[in-house]
């Protein structure tokens, strides 16, 4: 349930997070379970731009090659391992095919080349207890094998290919969620739709923000050591006036799009002129994307266009002419924005390193810290890095980070596998299918869904035939998971949205379920369901 302001406000905090997308869960976690009072502002929902709008993979980086960013790459794929530790539900390794062709630039061997590197440097990649965890190295194929695995790639001119893993997420959403109850767990407070009007600043010092909450409309002046910039691709506004001493951002759109399967079950990674771009598995479903195109408008007003959606299908069907992808084929789009550190080159070329600044250091003010760039997979490092500059300012040791050992709430399960089977023979009277989807998006908080699923039989019912998610999960998200809008459940909490408009005998069972419990009328939810149906409509330019 929501807090008010007030209770944040009636002291002072060591940290004031600002932004509630993966970076700013990381460094909650992280700032918490140290023993530091956290409060953590974010003005939609949690994880409800960036954080969501991903290609759902935490990898290595395999084209930081090219740039020779050797120590990203190493991070990036320690940070892998890490993740398939803690969150071993919602993380799992994942095989991606690469083929090359005879005109390509980056022939076989120069690819096999760096697959050689890149297997190298993650040389702790069998390093876990559980061995469907391990991330296997690369292997080569020839042009007749690779058409076996995917025959509809192009067979002209194929040289062979190279088989190599990454991992993929199953929800980014829960993921970053998952941080956020840790956090809380270890005593942090968060607030979502409240936003963070102002910097208050004594003298040359940060010393809190005034923050709004949309929902009740209450005002506070929250108190804060320090203050952590962690806003995305809102970092540069919400830095306001302080001037020369802001980094300045750029912003890159991705874009993707969800159609029917492509793969049997690996993904497919093909270089293009313009970049690369993937064709995924996920949730039975092909996921496509993404873009990289640099994007000047106002945050605020970014939105998926037909034009994104059908570039993005051209570029599909030049280089996989056996898709014939059309636009009534896209069961689903989404966009989000990339904030990049500027370093003065193109969106694709630009490094996916991260900065965490001093804003004293650069003749800003006191008080003050921001944490930009990066990406989905090196953010608990990132939230490290952070914490080592907290210590520092605040001016006493802090305990040692433990965010890469402690599993997430859902994650101390052991092996996946073994503990769906457990699952489904502990409680034959429910369906088994339900039990692995439950075990998947909670991982070791199932049992709080069983809870539901005792008290009222009829919450284990699809909210819409063909559909995994039920009205348990509904229930949950609001009262243990900090839902307050439709949206927040459809598109974040659960999967329900997220391969396309699941219907709307789904979005009004879903809405009445919401509505028992926060009191909406039945003009309240349907003005729900609308803000929902929104989601489904592309700008028109």
């Not at 496509?288 to 000047?296: F, K, P, Q, S």
């Not at 009205?471 to 998971?481: I, L």
């Not at 459809?490 to 926060?518: C, D, N, Q, S, W």
């Amino acid at each position: 349930m929501r807090t008010a302001l007030a209770q944040a406000a009636s002291h002072v905090h060591d940290l004031i997070v600002v932004g509630g997308g993966v970076t700013g869960a990381c460094i909650a976690r992280d700032a918490a379970l140290r023993g530091l009072s956290v409060v953590l502002l974010e003005k939609h929902d949690f994880s409800h731009a960036t954080s969501a709008a991903s290609s759902k993979l935490i990898h290595g980086g395999l084209r930081y090659l090219k740039n020779l960013e050797v120590g990203l790459i190493r991070e990036s794929l320690r940070e892998r391992r890490t993740w398939l530790r803690i969150a071993p539900h919602l993380v799992y390794p994942l095989p991606v095919l690469l083929p090359s062709f005879r005109d390509d630039k980056d022939g076989l061997l120069k690819l096999r080349a760096g697959l050689t590197v890149y297997d190298l440097l993650a040389f702790d990649r069998g390093w876990l207890a559980d061995r469907d965890q391990r991330v296997p190295g690369h292997r080569k194929l020839g042009p007749a094998a690779a058409l076996a695995l995917q025959p509809d790639l192009p067979a002209e001119g194929l040289a062979g290919a190279l088989l190599y893993y990454d991992c993929q997420m199953f929800s980014p959403e829960r993921l970053a969620l998952e941080c956020l109850l840790s956090a809380t767990a270890a005593g942090a407070r968060l607030y979502n739709y409240c936003r963070v009007d102002e910097l208050l600043r004594i003298d040359n010092r940060v010393v809190g923000v005034r923050a709004r909450d949309l929902q009740s409309g209450e005002q506070a002046e929250l108190r804060g050591r320090l203050v952590i910039n962690a806003a995305g691709p809102w970092a540069d506004l919400v830095l306001g006036e302080l001037g020369g001493a802001q980094h300045k951002l750029i912003r890159s759109k991705g874009i993707h799009v969800i159609t029917r399967p492509l793969t049997p079950g690996h993904a497919l990674a093909i270089a293009g002129r313009g970049g690369h771009f993937f064709v995924l598995p996920w949730r039975g479903r092909s996921l496509i994307g993404t873009t990289d195109e640099a994007y000047h408008g106002a945050p605020d007003e970014f939105r998926v266009t037909e034009g994104d959606i059908n570039g993005l299908l051209a570029t599909v069907n030049a280089h996989l002419p056996a898709a014939r992808l059309r636009r009534e084929d896209v069961q689903h789009f989404f966009g989000g924005l990339r904030p990049l550190v500027d370093d003065g080159g193109s969106t694709y070329d630009a490094s996916r390193r991260s900065e965490v600044s001093d804003h004293a250091a650069l003749g800003g003010p006191e008080g003050l810290i921001s944490a930009t760039g990066g990406k989905w997979t090196t953010s608990r490092h990132l939230a490290e890095q952070v914490l080592a500059l907290v210590g520092d300012k605040l001016g006493r040791p802090l305990a040692p980070c433990t965010t890469g050992v402690t599993p997430l709430p859902g994650g101390a399960i052991g092996n996946f596998r073994a503990f769906v089977a457990e699952t489904q023979r502990r409680n034959p009277r429910h369906d088994p299918a339900l039990l692995e989807h439950l075990a998947r998006t909670y991982g070791a908080r199932l049992p709080e869904l069983l809870t539901y699923l005792e008290a009222d039989a009829s919450l284990a019912r699809p909210l819409a035939d063909g559909l995994a998610e039920v009205g348990a999960q509904v229930v949950h998200a609001v009262r243990a998971e900090r839902a307050v809008q439709l949206e927040d459940v459809v598109f974040r909490r659960t999967g329900l949205g997220t391969l396309g408009h699941p219907g709307e005998t789904a979005l009004i069972a879903a809405a009445r379920l919401m509505g028992r419990m926060l009191g909406w009328d039945r003009a309240e939810r349907m003005r729900q369901v609308e803000r929902v149906l929104d989601h489904y409509v592309a700008a028109a330019a």
